[in-house]
């Protein structure tokens, strides 16, 4: 059985291609209706938050993620919108990188499906459509902008709501949105991207429709973090797209799984946790830890170290049932005899290294 | 403006994926409905047809592409289906290669839009949604499974059916049904993508989009002509499937051009067609050409020739004319002052070549 997969079905691409919003979200409005913009607070009173085009009973959110995203975050958002009086909204846009394109898609979902967000944490568990929604990344790498999860931090676990519903209705690709971004946090976000490559193509579940977009995909981060180019960030955004598109049937690996660990415990970032952790993985990933680490050098990248130093036994167990929970992911790197392969106590060796 | 593009939403990739068909139709059938696989008449009773998932009310169509599709033939197949008397259909299914593909669109189309399917060729013409429809490709390298044209010759030229509307809902790509290919039309269809990629990459519309798309399938058309993998029918799809992404934000060139000159005139086959008239297009694209007969000559193809030596002095007028009409194709090959570097006499050489 393979999967059948729904995908993204309208996209914009283009330099300056946000100035068509307006147009866009024209065909999706109703006579009273409004659009919620859920917007990185990073972007408040600066030149893009003027640019965002609203209407009369349009509303702005400006969403903080210093945090990764809660269930609780969706559900007081979700409150918020219905707190309004003015029924459904006709569209949620989501501005930003990752984070924020997450809380988008799992805002539009609560909208239209009752209870908690942290009801939905799993596969194919949303049974009704969301609002109609637009992604818009102003971070490249991530992938959030195709795909069909929204990763979230639970009371019981980091696990995103996945689903086709969870996809976005319209994606709008502008690499000039994401020129203001820090050289760290570009740096990051887009190792997410190379490395979710690397993982997808030396899994054991790849076939040639994976392939062709992760092979691409790498190359064109290659061409970003290591070479020289002027279209640099258009690459960059395609990169997160096809790298996006690669887990079609595909699945990320032992660096996804361990920074999953990271990030439930330790409130790490994705990006940077994805590398804290690949930097310890050239046993499983040779050839793209020594390329990985060309990249932090060309880029004068370094990484915080001693992490795990002074954590509790209590929340080493934590991070290591976290990590060993994404069976897919492992069966992935090292196949289905995965729990001979890596037992708690290697899964724990690797953390202590972080 | 960037085009705000549409894509084939629902995709299945795999070999053997086709024993799926059932289960992906199960979902869009009513009641009392019934679905209409339109079959190229070459499958007519091979093994392909006894794995149609045939329920009682099923019809299927066998079509003959002896001859590349006519609006003639989609109004029939039109009135037939009405004929029946039993409704709408619940869905339409082409299997075949792009003629067939391009079939199955326009009638799902005209099925539900008024008047002859000659009305509608041209961009964005059609209002009106089709029957759900299906595309399941027997031969690899049209890019019909993901366009949004359906290409047919009507009373007064060869031109698509262009619109959103014309994009399949669903593709299913299983590479093994591509297996009984004879070799001249696998070749002359892979060479069509080839062709399309090298026109696409060399024109003035490519963006990063369009290049990363283009890009990686014109290297998987290299592997597959050039190489030898034991999973070259893999590749071949998904190198006709990035083909026709790749045209989101590009358009093919010269050589499509003349080839719609040759086929509207001549009857000749898109995929040939294309081939005798790149052969003549080195000073447009020179290294495409040269890898191109290194691929003719590995796989020992001899194209036929003198094809326009008997041709009347009308005929050959109407071929330039038919050639020159596709503007945006003469303009992404040679810039905005085409007209000047393309006069009619000198695509008349170009054709007295052939």
Chains 1, 2 share one sequence.
């Not at 637009?134 to 676990?157: D, F, H, M, Q, Y």
């Not at 954590?311 to 897919?328: F, K, Q, R, V």
Request: glycine share 10%; hydrophobic share 40%.
């Amino acid at each position: 059985m393979y999967r059948n997969f729904a995908i993204v079905p309208q996209i914009i691409f283009g330099r300056g291609c946000f100035n068509q919003l307006d147009d866009i979200l024209r065909a999706k409005r109703s006579a009273d209706g409004f659009v919620v913009f859920i917007l990185d607070d990073v972007f408040k009173g600066a030149p893009l938050e003027g640019r965002v085009p609203l209407h009369d009973r349009d509303r702005i959110i400006h969403a903080n993620v210093d945090d990764e995203p809660k269930t609780t975050l969706i559900d007081s958002l979700v409150e918020q919108i219905k707190g309004y009086g003015a029924g459904q909204p006709d569209g949620i846009v989501g501005i930003g990188g990752g984070s924020i394109l997450d809380i988008a898609k799992a805002v539009s979902l609560l909208l239209t499906n009752p209870g908690s967000s942290a009801d939905y944490q799993g596969w194919d568990i949303i049974e009704i459509p969301g609002i109609y929604k637009v992604g818009i990344p102003t971070l490249s790498g991530t992938g959030a902008e195709i795909s069909r999860t929204a990763i979230l931090t639970g009371p019981e676990k980091k696990l995103g709501i996945n689903s086709d519903y969870t996809l976005y209705d319209q994606i709008v690709l502008d690499p000039e949105l994401v020129s203001g971004v820090p050289k760290d946090q570009w740096f990051y976000t887009g190792m997410d991207c190379y490395i979710h490559d690397v993982e997808s193509l030396a899994g054991t579940f790849i076939n040639q429709f994976s392939k062709a977009y992760g092979e691409k995909s790498l190359e064109m981060c290659q061409q970003v973090f290591l070479e020289d180019h002027d279209d640099a960030a258009d690459k960059l955004m395609m990169a997160s797209y096809f790298g996006g598109m690669s887990i079609a049937y595909s699945q990320v690996g032992a660096c996804h799984a361990l920074s999953y660990g990271l990030s439930y415990v330790l409130g790490v970032h994705h990006g940077i946790g994805c590398c804290i952790a690949f930097d310890q993985l050239e046993e499983f990933y040779p050839e793209g830890v020594k390329e990985f680490r060309q990249m932090m050098e060309k880029h004068q990248i370094s990484l915080p170290r001693g992490l795990t130093a002074s954590l509790s036994d209590d929340d080493m167990e934590l991070m290591i049932t976290t990590a060993l929970n994404l069976e897919p992911l492992w069966e992935n790197c090292l196949g289905g005899n995965w729990r001979e392969l890596m037992p708690r106590d290697r899964a724990r060796k690797l953390f202590e290294r972080m």
